[in-house]
């Protein structure tokens, strides 16, 4: 069965933040990926956004984990007086993670479709036909 845990968007400082939430929950960064690891898989980013998060994860608990990233300059500043947080749906199989992608994106934007990526086994980014952010994600 799928699971779901929040994903923060920040301007920057991803990395400040969630060496705070560690050192208040605990454990270890189960996954740390910088915009300068994608580079050699056909991405491209200006030197200024190399060393910002692209995708981190801190699992707390049995069964949580809270993830984020840093909004690259290209796509603007998050509000921070607005919701800028997605839903993660982390499914159990790659059949599981497109059933949920096509059902819950009908009517809805695709951000990013679902595919195979650098940080999981598969990814995918969409808003709803109501306006609520999803990611639907797959790992080894």
């Keep these: ?3 779901i845990n929040p994903h923060l968007h920040f301007n920057g400082n991803t990395e400040e933040a969630f060496l705070f939430y560690k050192s208040i929950f605990g454990g270890e960064f ?3 990926v910088r ?3 994608m580079t050699g898989m056909g991405y491209s980013f200006p ?3 190399l060393n910002k998060i692209m995708h981190i ?11 984020a990233s840093d ?26 993670a497109d ?12 951000e990013m479709p679902i595919a195979e990526t650098a940080w ?18 797959v790992h080894p």
């Design 30 to 32: 189960s996954r740390l």
């Design 120 to 137: 999981c086994a598969f990814f995918g980014a969409f808003r709803d036909k109501y306006g609520i952010e999803w990611m639907i994600e």
């Design 1 to 3: 069965m799928a699971t």
């Design 57 to 67: 994860s801190l699992p707390i608990g049995d069964h949580s984990v809270l993830t």
């Design 99 to 110: 059933a949920l992608f096509t059902g819950l994106s009908t009517g809805g934007t695709v």
């Design 71 to 96: 909004v690259p300059d290209i796509l603007g500043k998050v509000s921070e007086n607005e919701n800028r947080s997605k839903i993660t749906i982390r499914a159990e199989s790659k059949e599981e």
């Design 35 to 37: 915009y300068s690891e």
């Design 47 to 49: 030197e200024t956004e």
